[in-house]
């Protein structure tokens, strides 16, 4: 059983930038939440996917967007970046049997300049 | 807005001593997790509670909730160095929902 893998580890981006991140859920779970982690901060919610659709979303503009595909694999888009959006994004999936539980990926740690 | 508030922020022990974290919500919550993330690692799952009242020990560690299901503690007894990392609590407030975390407690172990 493979745990939950993201891509890149690390990402530098200048200002106004885009930036995709992917994300590859632990076998057997058919959802997946990102979160951003600032420095020193705990994680905040970005959003949730379930069966490909938007199944939740926490206090971030539109400019952050994602995707859901059939294999339950995400994608993280951020539009026009800012300085603040430089900070440790988090993909966690979990499964239809533990809902509750989140099982966390690397992270990628994100840098705009 | 739905916030968990834990303390301390950082918390500096001697091997060997013990340590302990807080959890506390004005509202009564579900369940409350507990997460662990080294330095420069991700979050890992360590338990969840449900229950109130309840107390689940993994080795050194105890966690408790408590009995009006709007607080909770970790208690590490007599440290090691391998404990260093910050400590989350985090709540699921729609079942498989979004996870909101405290703001951590980041403990260090001086050998």
């Known amino acids: 059983e493979t745990g939950v893998t993201q891509s890149p580890t690390h990402l530098i981006k200048t200002r106004g930038q885009q930036v995709t991140l992917r994300c590859s859920s632990q076998?057997?779970?058919?959802?997946v939440s990102w979160y951003q982690q600032a420095l020193g901060q705990g994680p905040q919610f970005i959003f949730q996917y379930y069966r490909e659709e938007e199944n939740g979303r926490g206090n971030f503009p539109p400019r952050f967007s994602g995707l859901q595909f059939p294999n339950y694999s995400s994608e993280l888009n951020v539009n026009a970046l800012e300085l603040d959006d430089s900070a440790l994004y988090l993909c966690?999936?979990?499964?239809?049997?533990?809902?509750?539980?989140?099982?966390f990926g690397p992270g990628t740690r994100l840098l705009v300049l | 807005g739905q916030q968990v508030m834990q303390i301390p922020q950082y918390q500096h022990v001697q091997e060997g001593e013990d340590f302990t974290t807080y959890c506390n919500s004005s509202t009564t919550l579900s369940n409350i997790q507990w997460y662990k993330q080294r330095p420069g690692g991700h979050p890992v799952f360590l338990i969840q509670?449900?229950?109130?009242?309840e107390v689940k020990k993994q080795k050194r560690l105890t966690f408790q909730f408590g009995e009006a299901k709007k607080n909770s503690s970790l208690h590490i007894t007599a440290t090691q160095t391998t404990d260093v990392g910050t400590y989350f609590c985090a709540v699921n407030y729609n079942q498989g929902g979004k996870l909101i975390f405290g703001q951590g407690t980041e403990l260090s172990v001086k050998p």
């Open positions: 509670l449900v229950k109130s009242g």
């Open positions: 076998s057997g779970h058919n959802t």
């Open positions: 966690a999936s979990s499964s239809p049997i533990t809902q509750e539980t989140q099982y």
